[in-house]
């Protein structure tokens, strides 16, 4: 336990401060790309910590288990994790997941002229990117349903 006692606390603090900062860019759309995976990296590092910090402190936190404002504070924490997993919002979901879908089921003509390049330009990009795309084909069905694929073959079209 004397062991754990010396990393838990820090190891909760540093992915709380890391936690905090990079959350608060996101809330306020200010993220970067290394933020945001440093941000989800951190999550993993607090939950970690926060187990290790539990399990050292597990008396004392059942105490809060028997005061009403405590478990009221974690009874509302407790329903809006809950409420995150409902599909409320505006109906039909993220329009830029709707957008990637329509893109990866779209003819291969139709995704280079959105991506700005000429039709052999853009299988000539696939194709040196390790893909052999066919005019007709979708990226869907040229990844064989492999999202990570699927992303690839966007990003080799859109980012040139």
Do not use: C
Request: glycine content about 12%.
């Amino acid at each position: 336990m004397k062991s754990l006692r010396r990393w838990a606390t820090p190891l909760t603090i540093a992915s709380f401060l890391i936690m905090g900062v990079t959350g608060t860019l996101m809330f306020f759309h200010l993220e970067t790309t290394l933020g945001k995976v440093v941000h989800e990296w951190a999550g993993w590092a607090m939950l970690l910590g926060v187990g290790a910090h539990l399990a050292l402190n597990w008396r004392p936190f059942t105490t809060y288990l028997k005061r009403p404002l405590a478990m009221g504070i974690m009874g509302v924490g407790t329903a809006l994790l809950v409420m995150t997993f409902l599909p409320l919002g505006p109906e039909g979901g993220n329009p830029m997941m709707a957008v990637v879908q329509a893109v990866e089921q779209a003819d291969m003509e139709t995704v280079i002229a959105l991506s700005g390049q000429e039709l052999d330009a853009g299988l000539t990009a696939l194709k040196e990117a390790g893909f052999e795309a066919e005019a007709g084909q979708s990226i869907r069905d040229l990844a064989e349903g492999d999202r990570g694929v699927q992303m690839q073959m966007i990003q080799t079209l859109f980012t040139r």
